[in-house]
């Protein structure tokens, strides 16, 4: 149990275009979803805290204009990258926070995502 | 300067070696995760602890609150156990994850 499906797994795409990522929870409810970027060699670095049904909480530094989170549902959250550029070619991974037994923290795959 | 650092960065072992990765933190906690990542990327988490000690297969977890640190054994370590692993704090204030750098491990057949 406790199951969070990420897609695409890896993207390629232009430069100025938009690119959607998909995080849902598959065999539960999950209220709270957060966003990550993860460099290589570098540890997992928090992007915003998505609630359902509320506005994504967004850490110092991340735009949150250009990272569009929405969580309309208590199984999907999704994060859009507007407006592409090569610097934001990382790896994007979620997470879901299961707030009833067994409790914890559960990851997506990722998504490695290329701007050319 | 992180709030969560682990120790060593890198490690390699034989298989079959016994292997300890350490994990401090500055922090106050609700919860410290172990979690292993994969060169696919993908993060499974290994375990979720608040106090004393869990043992899954050949692995286990201890976490000292009063130290503020933890440490992951694999015990008989295999070639398939080579991945990242990281070490994640739970603050008890805001409730967010802090994650350490990871420790690469590559075991040797």
């Known amino acids: 149990g406790a199951v969070v499906s990420q897609h695409p797994s890896r993207v390629i795409c232009k430069s100025g275009t938009s690119v959607k990522i998909e995080c849902r929870s598959l065999d539960f409810q999950a209220t709270t979803m957060f966003w990550y970027r993860q460099f290589p060699k570098q540890s997992l670095m928090l992007m915003a805290t998505s609630n359902e049904g509320s506005k994504a909480t967004y850490e110092q530094g991340v735009e949150k204009d250009k990272f569009l989170i929405n969580h309309a549902s208590l199984t999907l959250s999704t994060l859009t990258v507007t407006s592409a550029h090569p610097e934001d070619s990382s790896f994007y991974i979620c997470s879901a926070r299961r707030d009833i037994s067994p409790y914890g923290y559960t990851f997506g795959s990722g998504t490695r995502l290329t701007v050319v | 300067k992180n709030e969560v650092e682990q120790s060593p960065q890198n490690l390699t072992a034989q298989e079959g070696e016994f292997i300890t990765i350490n994990c401090s933190y500055s922090v106050g906690i609700s919860a410290l995760h172990w979690l292993q990542q994969h060169p696919g990327g993908g993060i499974v988490s290994l375990f979720m602890?608040?106090?004393g000690k869990k043992k899954h297969g050949r692995l286990i977890a201890t976490i000292n609150i009063q130290e503020k640190h933890s440490s992951l054994h694999i015990t008989a370590s295999h070639p398939r156990d080579s991945a990242v692993y990281i070490c994640?704090?739970?603050?008890?204030?805001?409730?967010?994850?802090?994650f350490g750098r990871g420790t690469q491990l590559t075991v040797w057949p």
């Open positions: 602890l608040s106090s």
């Open positions: 994640a704090v739970r603050g008890s204030t805001l409730g967010r994850l802090y």
